[in-house]
């Protein structure tokens, strides 16, 4: 059986990615599982994204999903992106809606611009 996520879901993980700025980095694979993830959590259940995708793990930790690392460990911080132009030096913020620059039109890169440091995740 193929499950696929309401919309709504894969619309809330959108919005997410877009916050933290990991939008152009996730598959419409990657997004339905964080989709069918959000799902199953909203109906209480407590799901656990495995994946050693950082930009899975900032989008699941942005929707307060549990995630674990296929290693051993996991992110231990969130990283906020900042897109920028490697020719022009152009910055963009996350949510900015084209993968190259306006100005210059080469490929816009991301670095990141803030560590957060996360909290210890405990089982609720
Ligand atoms: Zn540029």
Partial sequence: MVVTPK??????????AKV?????FLSDADLQVLALALEL???GYSPLVATDDYSIQNVANQMKIKFASLATFGIRFR???VRYCPACHRRYPPDYK????EV??????RKP???RL???NKEN
């Fill in 7 to 16: 919309r709504i879901f894969m619309d809330k993980v959108k919005a997410a």
């Fill in 118 to 120: 996360l909290k210890t």
């Fill in 113 to 115: 611009v803030r560590k």
């Fill in 41 to 43: 959590k909203t109906k």
């Fill in 79 to 81: 990283l906020e992106w």
């Fill in 20 to 24: 933290v700025g990991d939008k152009f």
């Fill in 104 to 109: 210059c039109g080469t490929r816009l890169k």
């Fill in 98 to 101: 084209f993968e190259t620059c």
